[in-house]
């Protein structure tokens, strides 16, 4: 089996992005693990703070072993983690990857976050991969009317402040702020900045993060993976595609949970196929 960092270097090599997906319990872990075996593709499982507490960090953790035991490039990040405390506790955990977010702290203090837990991952194991965020992009995975507060052009992220920060964090990965939000906009979500994600990716030179996928064109998504990305997160699509398919599986009479909770692990396979094959170029 790949490490992570071997993984992202194919990415890199082939020109693609590997896909990120957030789950909350078991049934979004099966979704999205069944469907990278089906397409025969790398994935990275992503549990939020909140996700994790609900579905269990060492639970996940041990979901995503048992699945790399049987052949299968899948793993686990620990997704926007805001304190020193629960990285120390994600990593300690046996997580492949963590994201610090502190892109609504100031340059300072993210830099100053960030570099705790790149050191921190740094003692524990040289192989965990270390994401820094800069740029604010909302902070919620849900349907929203309009852009969230605090985002604008003027909050996407400065080619010079990226040089910066990479190379006062020392991180593997960073996520910028290019026009991408959090959560699917009602009115349209934003077009991506392509020229910015390109002079980023060059200002920076390690591979780059797109958080917020959700409600992203198909075209800005290729254009972007074009101009450097190679994650990309999507969460909002596939809560969505979860809550639809569970509320048609409950208007049947079955009681055995496996039947009624069919329908939406069938409804985000879809969603999550889709993305799979745009992101890796099938
Ligand atoms: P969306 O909810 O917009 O897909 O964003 C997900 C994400 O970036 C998780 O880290």
């Avoid at 060492?58 to 805001?82: C, G, M, P, Q, S």
């Avoid at 990857?97 to 570099?115: H, M, P, R």
């Amino acid at each position: 089996m790949k490490s992570l960092r071997e993984v992202l270097d194919w990415a890199e090599e082939k020109k693609v992005a590997i896909g990120h997906f957030n789950v909350s319990d078991s049934l979004g872990f099966k979704a999205v693990v069944e469907t990278a075996k089906d397409l025969d593709v790398p994935v990275i499982v992503g549990v939020s703070e909140k996700e994790r507490d609900f579905i269990g960090l060492e639970e996940v953790v041990a979901l995503v072993k048992t699945a790399r035991e049987n052949n299968l490039n899948v793993f686990i990040n620990a997704d926007h983690t805001y304190s020193l405390e629960r990285a120390m506790a994600a990593i300690d955990a046996g997580v492949d990857s963590i994201v610090v977010d502190g892109a609504d702290k100031t340059f300072a203090e993210n830099i100053a976050l960030t570099k705790e837990v790149v050191s921190y991952a740094r003692s524990k194991n040289t192989e965990i991969i270390v994401e820094g965020e800069i740029g604010f992009i909302g902070k919620s995975s849900k349907v929203i009317e309009n852009l969230p507060d605090g985002v604008s052009l003027e909050t996407q992220t400065n080619p010079e402040d990226a040089r910066e920060f990479v190379k006062e964090t020392g991180i593997d990965l960073l996520a910028p702020s290019v026009g991408n939000v959090h959560g699917i906009v009602k009115t349209g979500n934003p077009k991506l900045n392509i020229e910015r994600i390109g002079e980023i990716h060059k200002a920076v030179g390690i591979p780059l993060v797109l958080h917020g996928g959700s409600g992203i064109a198909d075209e800005d998504f290729r254009k972007a993976i074009k101009a450097g990305i190679r994650l990309i997160h999507i969460n909002t699509e596939i809560r969505v595609a979860y809550k639809e398919g569970i509320e048609e599986g409950l208007k049947s009479s079955e009681i055995a949970p496996y039947q009624f909770l069919a329908k939406g692990v069938e409804e985000m396979k879809k969603v999550i196929r889709e993305r799979l094959k745009l992101f890796n170029g099938l």
